[in-house]
């Protein structure tokens, strides 16, 4: 267990705790609001990731902190043109280029697909810049619409009176509430390791971080499996 693993483990225990507290209809609401907002998260996504890759300034700052080009471990590679590459060369330098999940899988199926042929772009550098920078943008925009949705229906779930509605449950209330308040803060972990692969690709030179999530258990459950990364990717 490493300094990842016991910041993990702090979050579900005030989930759980939050959950007690607020009780089995509060939490249950709130995880409801946790899949509205992450279902119009995902809806929202292509128009915002649409208006900051049509905004210059700021996606070229995102090209340069990204720079997915630096990837790759031999630099004669980054000007070589992707057809001019063998499928099996291709996952040999994607392989060897030490990328966090799920980058290199991203840039292998626009390799493949030729994504970004239509803007004259050839050589396999480019296709790792667009390819991570537009990664980086389309998680970076669902958490921005999952946060901004998320606090509005909160202020609607905090504003709502929640009168006893179902009486059987009080005795069980806490027990309830704790439970769900588990479930709840598992989803949050899931949000928030979604945040590790832009990590990684902002700060990738530094190896106590990569380090801290190869050896982390927990990262393997929220980060490698996380199904929210994969959707929003």
């Known amino acids: ?30 995880i409801g609001a946790y899949f509205v907002s992450a279902a119009l998260g995902f809806l929202l996504k292509p128009l915002g990731a649409s208006l900051i890759k049509h905004s210059d300034s700021l996606f070229n700052m995102m090209l340069y902190y990204t720079e997915g080009s630096e990837f790759i471990a031999n630099p004669e590679y980054v000007r070589m043109e992707i057809s001019s590459l063998s499928t099996a060369e291709i996952n040999d330098i994607i392989a060897s280029s030490n990328l966090p999940f799920p980058m290199g899988r991203e840039i292998a199926k626009n390799i493949a697909r030729e994504a970004f042929a239509d803007q004259g772009i050839v050589t396999l550098g480019d296709y790792f810049n667009q390819t991570i920078v537009g990664v980086f943008i389309n998680i970076l925009v669902f958490l921005a619409c999952f946060i901004t949705i998320r606090a509005i229906l909160a202020l609607v779930i905090n504003g709502a009176d929640y009168a006893d509605p179902f009486p059987m449950l009080r005795s069980h209330d806490g027990i309830l509430g704790g439970a769900l308040g588990l479930l709840r803060g598992m989803l949050a972990l899931l949000l928030i390791f979604m945040l590790v692969p832009i990590a990684l690709t902002v700060l990738g030179q530094f190896d106590l971080i990569t380090s801290m999530v190869d050896d982390s258990v927990l990262a393997r459950v929220f980060y490698r499996l996380n199904l929210l990364i994969s959707l929003a990717a």
């Open 1 to 30: 267990m490493n300094v990842i693993d016991a910041v993990s483990i702090c979050i579900l225990v005030l989930f759980v705790l939050s959950g007690i507290y607020k009780g089995f209809i509060s939490t249950l609401l709130s």
